[in-house]
C-alpha cells in the first residue's frame, strides 16, 4: 500500500485544508486501544491543532493514498520556556534539559491507519516531518501502554529519557519522553 502514498507538508496553509481529516484521523487511531483515550481527548486535540497551527514553525506532513488521507504528522519548535522537562519523578541531567531558541522540535502528534501500519509508511511520515529542520533535535511523548509504537520510535533511532507524572487532569496521566539528537541530516557538531 505504500506504493501510492503521497506525502506533502506544509504548515498553516495545509493544516487549513486538512483540519477536518487530520481530526478525523487522530480521533480514528487514538479512540482504539492501547491507547487511553479520555471525554477530552478530541476536543484536547483540535484545540492544539487550532493554536500551533498559527505557530510560524508549525509542520504538517500529510500522508495520502489515492487522495485519501491515511496518516499525518505534525509539530513545531519548542519555545524556551516550554516546560517540557518539568513533572519527572527524578531529575533529569542539565545537558539534556537545558533550552535555547531553535534546540529542539517537538512532534507532536503521529497516526497512521492499521491498514497502512508496519510498511514503511510511519517511518516516510516522520523523517518527511523532519526533513529540512533545523532544530538539533527532536522530542515526542507516548502513552506508556503504547509498546508497538515505542518499538516504532526506538527501530527509527529514537530513545527513551523517562517518564514523565502523574500529570493531573492528563490521560493518561503518564507519558514516556523520547528524543532523537542529532536530527538526520545533521551530525553532533553541527549546531
Request: with cysteine; charged share 25%.
Amino acid at each position: 500500500m505504500t506504493g501510492g502514498v503521497r506525502l506533502r507538508a506544509g504548515g498553516r496553509d495545509l493544516a487549513d485544508e486538512a483540519f477536518d481529516a487530520v481530526c478525523a484521523l487522530h480521533d480514528e487511531v487514538f479512540a482504539e486501544p492501547p491507547f487511553a483515550w479520555g471525554p477530552d481527548t478530541a476536543a484536547g486535540n483540535v484545540a492544539d491543532l487550532e493554536r500551533l497551527r498559527g505557530d510560524p514553525t508549525f509542520r504538517l506532513l500529510l500522508a495520502e493514498d489515492a487522495g485519501r488521507p491515511v496518516g499525518y504528522a505534525y509539530g513545531h519548535r519548542l519555545p524556551v520556556d516550554h516546560g517540557w522537562w518539568g513533572d519527572f519523578p527524578e531529575p533529569l541531567p542539565p545537558d539534556l534539559t537545558a533550552e535555547w531558541e531553535g534546540r529542539t522540535f517537538a512532534l507532536v502528534s503521529l497516526a497512521l491507519r492499521a491498514p497502512w501500519r508496519g510498511r514503511g509508511t510511519g517511518a516516510r511520515i516522520v523523517r518527511g516531518l523532519l526533513a529540512g529542520r533545523d532544530e538539533e533535535r527532536a522530542v515526542l511523548s507516548v502513552q506508556p501502554a503504547a509498546t508497538a509504537t515505542q518499538a516504532f520510535y526506538r527501530h527509527l533511532g529514537w530513545r527513551p529519557v523517562g517518564r514523565k507524572g502523574p500529570l493531573a487532569g492528563v490521560t493518561p496521566p503518564y507519558w514516556d519522553i523520547y528524543l532523537l539528537s542529532p536530527l538526520p541530516g545533521r551530525d553532533a557538531a553541527h549546531g
